[in-house]
């Protein structure tokens, strides 16, 4: 602690003890199954078209709404950010955040999941599933997995971890 002029004690600045923030894995077979199924979409309606000037209208015309779905998928998945702060994980994204207390993490468990949408944080196929509190669960895919689960086994080392056999990094 310190004294000013006055005499009056001024507390030291807090200082967290972990401040961590981790990007979010993004996996390129995002991208590549609309891609796909827009190339078949216009290869049918090319082979449809009555003309070949109808056909080149028409593929090009749905390639502007992929375009902008694409693109507006790849800004906020590349914009979902996990932040360890001390004790509390949060979860944000453009659309919607979350704050989990790290204390309440009770497993994390790595594996190939089908996940509902108000509970997915994540843009890979292998994804880590959190299970906090009692039955409350997310998914998250940070980049650096290992780090990121280490951080919270320092922060709660009652976490428990387990990947599903045969999972390739």
């Excluded at 001390?86 to 999941?113: C, Q, W």
Aim: hydrophobic content about 45%; glycine content about 2%; aromatic content about 14%.
């Amino acid at each position: 602690m310190t004294t000013m002029d006055n005499n009056s004690i001024v507390p030291p600045p807090y200082i967290p003890k972990y401040h961590v923030v981790f990007r979010c894995k993004v996996d390129n077979r995002m991208y590549k199954w609309p891609i796909i199924m827009w190339c078949i979409f216009d290869v049918i309606i090319f082979i449809a078209a009555p003309t070949i000037l109808w056909g080149l209208f028409a593929v090009l015309w749905s390639a502007a709404p992929l375009l902008a779905v694409v693109l507006l998928a790849r800004y906020i998945w590349g914009n979902v950010t996990y932040v360890i702060d001390d004790n509390v994980l949060r979860i944000s994204t453009p659309l919607k955040s979350l704050a989990i207390n790290i204390d309440s993490i009770k497993k994390i468990r790595r594996g190939k999941f089908w996940v509902e949408s108000r509970r997915n944080y994540s843009a890979a196929y292998i994804k880590l599933r959190i299970i906090y509190d009692r039955s409350n669960y997310v998914y998250v895919s940070p980049e650096d997995e290992e780090s990121f689960v280490n951080t919270l086994q320092a922060i709660n080392p009652n976490i428990e971890y387990s990947s599903e056999r045969g999972l390739k990094s």
